[in-house]
């Protein structure tokens, strides 16, 4: 999808460095992936302490 973004010279330039990516395209889409990927842990951290994780395999699956 082509779309017409603003950005900073100076940010993709290091985007592109950090990232050693060889295109613009390559960096942003880099940054998206590791933008959704930081966001998606953030949100599973929510859930630390809340969830019960004595589990007992045998109970789940009605051995005996």
């Known amino acids: 999808m082509r779309t017409t973004l ?3 010279a100076k940010l993709i330039e290091e985007a592109m460095r950090i990232t050693k990516a060889r295109t613009k395209s ?3 889409r880099t940054a998206l ?3 959704i990927k930081q966001e998606q842990r953030m ?3 929510t859930f630390k302490g809340k969830v ?3 589990i007992d395999l045998d109970t789940l699956r ?3």
């Open 52 to 54: 019960d994780l004595e």
């Open 62 to 64: 009605k051995r005996k």
């Open 33 to 35: 992936e590791l933008l």
């Open 6 to 8: 603003d950005i900073p």
């Open 43 to 45: 949100k599973l951290l």
């Open 26 to 28: 390559e960096a942003i």
